[in-house]
């Protein structure tokens, strides 16, 4: 209650008020933490302060701890062996793909190789850049997302840049194809490397703004046009024959330029003369 009213006040303008509650807030949650290390943390503590942090490293399984080192703390461990094993994990799923198959050109060269991809506008990008969320993680580039979308007026025409040599040379940056990987267990604690960890991708943000681009400039040509009949929910061959012959029928009996064929097939093979046309304008 006190925390809304102290919003309440802040929004409207008034400082004193604001402060008095700034105030209750403040004790409220200061009696909160007493409150909470009397009855979850107290039994803990005794008069030497070394024992108190042994016994909190302790409980984190970091035991055999001194005043100067620690070294059961990650920074201290050799941990390239572990992200060795992660690493194995994680790319388990397609360890047996074979990455040496060379394509022949022919086999890969686009119909429309000649014709030249569609490239957004400045103001595209700048749209894209306006809109990322800040929070989001930053990448191996080291560029917050906060900042691309604080200066997005200033740092538009340079992204613009990279975007438009991306895709006109047909080339992806080799900076933005990697990623952090975060390990995060799934089950508490962890005891299979190969089961229990889920691995949290973190590109940079300008390769999800790359990618962004891409899908707006394309999107139409991945929709699903209307005359698709193969590989659909709720059409099959049926559904095609049914649209082409309603489709003739629509364009030669009901349209004003359509023109009809009307033949006696009974009289056909008595004499030529008999075959006649009727066709109406």
């Known amino acids: 209650m006190q925390i809304k009213a102290r919003q309440k006040a802040f929004s409207r303008g008034d400082k004193s008020r604001y402060k008095q509650l700034c105030e209750k807030v403040a004790n409220l949650i200061a009696k909160a933490k007493a409150t909470y290390y009397r009855s979850k943390a107290s039994e ?3 008069s030497n302060q070394s024992k108190w942090y042994n016994c909190i490293y302790s409980l984190v399984n ?13 920074e201290n461990l050799d941990l ?18 074979y990455t040496n198959v060379a394509f022949e050109i022919p086999e890969v060269n686009h119909p429309h190789k000649n014709n030249k991809p569609p490239l957004p506008s400045i103001g595209q990008v700048k749209a894209v850049l306006k809109h990322l969320n800040p929070r989001k993680a930053t990448g191996i580039d080291k560029v917050p997302a906060w900042m691309l979308k604080q200066y997005h007026e200033d740092l538009a025409p340079v992204v613009y840049d990279i975007v438009c040599c991306s895709i006109s040379q047909c080339c992806y940056p ?29 590109l940079p943000h300008l390769a999800k703004i790359l990618e962004k681009i ?13 005359n698709q009949h ?7 061959a049926v559904s095609a024959l049914i649209s082409t012959t309603q489709t003739w ?33």
């Open 174 to 202: 080799s900076l933005y194809k990697h990623a952090l990987i975060f390990p995060v267990p799934k089950v508490h604690p962890p005891r299979d490397i190969n089961n229990d960890f889920r691995q949290i991708s973190v």
């Open 214 to 226: 891409q899908l707006q400039l394309n999107i139409e040509d991945l929709k699903i046009k209307n």
């Open 230 to 236: 193969a590989f659909t929910q709720h059409r099959s």
């Open 249 to 281: 029928f629509n364009a030669t009996d009901c349209s004003k330029t359509g023109k009809m064929g009307f033949m006696r097939p009974s009289l056909t093979f008595v004499r030529p003369s008999t075959l006649w046309i009727t066709i109406f304008f």
């Open 80 to 97: 390239s062996d572990l992200a060795e094993k992660l690493q194995k994990a994680f790319t388990k799923p397609w360890s047996d793909r």
């Open 44 to 46: 803990f503590r005794t």
């Open 62 to 74: 970091a035991e055999n701890t001194t005043h100067t080192q620690f070294p059961h703390r990650p």
